[in-house]
């Protein structure tokens, strides 16, 4: 069974900077699609960005787009989240996931009910 152990997360001031890592364990980092998702309290889990397994296709949500960079190490069965120009409103847990079926359509790539492997999650705070 595949694990996923997300960290990077903590406290930072609007404008700053955080990397969030997430590595896998318990098998190979091959999924068609490692993504991250996010959830403020009161709040739907929201998709964030989306990396292939080559890492030669990302894809964003809007509201990150421009500021985040998806990245992965599949030599190190990591995968990684750039956070830059941070603002209150990306203050959520944030999780990483993989998506081990071939997708269908972009869709299903941000849908997280069709996700199988979920890590713990890490806070990240950005206070103004």
């Known amino acids: 069974q595949v694990q996923l152990v997300e960290s990077g997360g903590g406290l930072v001031q609007a404008g700053g900077s955080l990397r969030l890592s997430c590595t896998t364990s318990?098998?190979?980092?091959?999924?068609?699609?490692m993504s991250w998702f996010r959830q403020a309290p009161g709040k739907e889990r929201e998709f964030v960005a989306a990396?292939?397994?080559?890492?030669?296709?990302?894809y964003y949500a809007n509201s990150v787009r421009g500021r985040f960079t998806i990245s992965r190490d599949n030599a190190e069965n990591t995968g990684y989240l750039q956070m830059s120009s941070l603002k209150p409103e990306d203050t959520a847990v944030y999780y990483c996931?993989?998506?081990?079926?071939?997708?269908?359509?972009?869709?299903?790539?941000?849908?997280?009910?069709?996700?199988?492997?979920w890590g713990q999650g890490t806070q990240v705070t950005v206070s103004s």
């Open positions: 990396i292939s397994w080559s890492g030669g296709n990302s």
């Open positions: 996931a993989e998506f081990t079926r071939m997708p269908n359509n972009i869709v299903e790539v941000t849908t997280a009910s069709l996700y199988d492997y």
């Open positions: 318990g098998g190979t980092f091959s999924g068609y699609a």
